[in-house]
């Protein structure tokens, strides 16, 4: 079916106009030596005047769109990526990441890295507590890191950081706190322990132009509850990831399309009083604890 917004719809001499500017757009790329650059370039070419010509954008709208970038390079510096965070909602980031983590074996599933990973976290003994004061309610994590054999992967670093219960990372505080955040080291076995905050929801950084366009567009700033984790070992492909709450609300709606089932973990309520694994006291507060289990892939795959 041809719709009015159909380029097979415009008149045969209207439609070879276009077609005629986008050859000359195309072939001004043919002397291009780089042939990925090449094959980039033309294909984003014809992409995007494909793009124009389906929806007929209006002069009006074109003018909207590049106000719309100029915010988002406005409102980007060293701390801010306005950039990322639309690529983020385009769900660009997790078609790419997808694309360059691809399934191995049973190996670990990755996701968005998101803005908020900080180099040169404290390191913590394993057992130890990388919350640092930070507000939320305590959650044992623990899990084994192992290659796609079963092999268990000993001194595998796991760098770990999540969000405080008021649903911030310590980098939006204004007093330079280190907060929520630590790595660690797998044993001999390749086990590793630790205590976190149980996660809980938090909206992206949404008062910017990204944020204005997913209210637009009736879309939830929300990220689905998680728990970050970057995993390396000498041999093994890097892993970036998180794992979420199971039953939280926000998991079908995730604003980074970051959600993968296998990612989805139980993250076990545990009364007050309920002896903690490695005997803390905790009073009476409730505390939750989660296995996660993390197979790397061989480097190079
Ligand atoms: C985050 O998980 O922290 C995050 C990821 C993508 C965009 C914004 C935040
Ligand atoms: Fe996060």
């Known amino acids: 079916m041809t719709t009015a917004q159909d380029p097979s719809a415009t008149a045969p001499e209207q439609a070879e106009r276009e077609e005629e500017l986008l050859r000359r757009v195309l072939s001004s790329f043919d002397e291009c030596r780089d042939e990925r650059l090449k094959r980039l370039t033309q294909a984003l070419v014809r992409h995007l005047h494909a793009f124009l010509r389906e929806v007929r954008l209006t002069e009006d709208e074109w003018g909207k769109a590049i106000e719309f970038l100029t915010a988002t390079g406005d409102i980007t510096d060293d701390k801010r990526q306005e950039f990322v965070l639309l690529s983020d909602v385009l769900g660009a980031s997790m078609q790419t990441i997808a694309m360059n983590n691809e399934a191995h074996g049973d190996a670990t599933e990755a996701t968005v890295f998101g803005p908020f990973f900080v180099d040169g ?99 939830s700033p929300m990220r689905a509850s998680h728990l970050h984790f970057l995993v390396t070992h000498a041999g093994h492909r890097r892993l970036v990831t998180h794992i979420f709450v199971r039953g939280d609300r926000n998991l079908g709606s995730d604003s980074v399309f970051g959600v993968k089932d296998s990612l989805v973990k139980n993250f076990e309520q545990q009364k007050p009083g309920t002896p903690t694994p490695d005997g803390r006291d905790l009073g009476q507060q409730t505390w939750s604890k989660v296995r996660f289990d993390i197979v790397l892939a061989p480097a190079g795959t």
């Open 121 to 219: 976290s404290p390191e913590i003994e394993r057992g130890g507590d990388l919350s640092f004061g930070a507000s939320g309610e305590p959650c044992w994590v623990e899990g084994t890191v192992t290659d796609t054999t079963g092999q268990p992967l000993a001194g595998a670093r796991i760098e770990v950081w999540e969000a405080d219960a008021e649903g911030r990372y310590d980098v939006q505080y204004d007093d330079a706190r280190t907060a929520a955040r630590a790595h660690l080291y797998t044993d001999h076995n390749g086990h590793y322990r630790f205590w976190g905050i149980t996660p809980t929801p938090y909206p992206i950084p949404d008062d910017g132009p990204v944020g204005s366009m997913l209210k637009a567009v009736g879309r």
